[in-house]
């Protein structure tokens, strides 16, 4: 079982950055892909970006292509997601996801506003 721990969302200005981090316990977190996920007021949970088990590859959703980048750091079970040039509309629950072929793992999430 692997629970993960949400950090460092925050109220931020359009144009901003912000950083966040999700830690990992109670498996083995390099063999996991990790990901994040977003759900805005009102709309599905959808997904934002994923890394490898090894950090080789990464994947983004069209709409933070070149603005977000996912990152790992296996040896402190932590996923990261940097978030530049925030826009209002990525305002929304930030969740990581660990996974590896069965059940996937959630956070409890890390609210981002984004301001205008």
């Known amino acids: 079982q692997v629970q993960l721990v949400e950090s460092g969302g925050g109220l931020v200005q359009a144009g901003g950055s912000l950083r966040l981090s999700c830690a990992a316990s109670g498996g083995t977190f390099s063999s996991y892909q990790m990901g994040w996920f977003r759900q805005a007021p009102g709309k599905e949970r959808a997904f934002v970006a994923r890394?490898?088990?090894?950090?080789?590859?990464?994947y983004y959703a069209d709409s933070v292509k070149g603005r977000f980048t996912v990152s790992r750091d296996n040896a402190k079970n932590t996923v990261y997601l940097q978030m530049n040039s925030l826009r209002p509309e990525d305002t929304a629950v930030y969740y990581c996801?660990?996974?590896?072929?069965?059940?996937?793992?959630w956070g409890q999430g890390t609210q981002v506003t984004v301001s205008s």
């Open positions: 890394i490898s088990w090894n950090g080789i590859s990464t």
């Open positions: 996801n660990a996974q590896r072929g069965g059940p996937a793992y």
